[in-house]
T-cell receptor, first 119, second 109 residues
Framework: GAVVSQHPSRVICKSGTSVKIECRSL??????MFWYRQFPKKSLMLMAT?????????EQGVEKDKFLINHASLTLSTLTVTSAHPEDSSFYIC???????????????FGPGTRLTVL | QKEVEQNSGPLSVPEGAIASLNCTYS??????FFWYRQYSGKSPELIMS????GDKEDGRFTAQLNKASQYVSLLIRDSQPSDSATYLC?????????FGAGTTVTVRA
């Protein structure tokens, strides 16, 4: 149980375009989803937290107009990187916590990640 | 001051040995603690959660928590080459996890 999927796993795009990444909880209701970014050999950096049906809460320094997050249902959250630039190239990982999993509701389960390369 | 600190590593252990990973945290009110394993180029996967003082065992892994000392550790017994990865200690605050920088473990065959 507690499986989180992400799509796409890898994307290459041109500078200035927008990219949408989907995060789905497959076997539980994700009341909260988190979006992280990770640069090579660095630790995870939390970008934002979203609760189903509510606006996302962004961490300090993260541009909410650039990184659009939608958590429309208990199983789906999306991150859209708008007008992507080469410095946005990174490994984006979502995680989810919620109801219906065997372990505590506060455990975060991670998706497999999306590697974004902006040319 | 960092919220979660881990021994910096890298940690190299021979196959079959015990790998010992340490983590300290600053928020005395924290109640939930997690260990994740991250292989290179992959996302973190949960190894274990621990909430109460003492030891918690799951297969070859044992987590230890001491809230008075604000210390949590992970022991990997009978280390295997497949255990070679970066191990992340995570402590839950009010709504989010704070991660340590990770300790990279290499198990020598």
């Amino acid at each position: 149980g507690a499986v989180v999927s992400q799509h796409p796993s890898r994307v290459i795009c041109k500078s200035g375009t927008s990219v949408k990444i989907e995060c789905r909880s497959l076997d539980f209701q994700a009341t909260t989803m988190f979006w992280y970014r990770q640069f090579p050999k660095k630790s995870l950096m939390l970008m934002a937290t979203s609760n189903e049906g509510s606006k996302a809460t962004y961490e300090q320094g993260v541009e909410k107009d650039k990184f659009l997050i939608n958590h429309a249902s208990l199983t789906l959250s999306t991150l859209t990187v708008t007008s992507a630039h080469p410095e946005d190239s990174s490994f984006y990982i979502c995680s989810a916590s919620g109801r219906g999993v065997a372990r505590s509701d506060d455990t975060q389960y991670f998706g497999p990640g999306t590697r974004l390369t902006v040319l | 001051q960092k919220e979660v600190e881990q021994n910096s590593g890298p940690l190299s252990v021979p196959e079959g040995a015990i790998a010992s990973l340490n983590c300290t945290y600053s928020d005395r009110g924290s109640q939930s603690f997690f260990w994740y394993r991250q292989y290179s180029g992959k996302s973190p996967e949960l190894i274990m959660s621990i909430y109460s003082n003492g030891d918690k065992e799951d297969g070859r892994f044992t987590a230890q928590l001491n809230k008075a000392s604000q210390y949590v550790s992970l022991l990997i017994r009978d280390s295997q080459p497949s255990d070679s990865a970066t191990y992340l200690c995570a402590v839950k605050g009010d709504y989010k996890l704070s991660f340590g920088a990770g300790t990279t473990v290499t198990v020598r065959a």
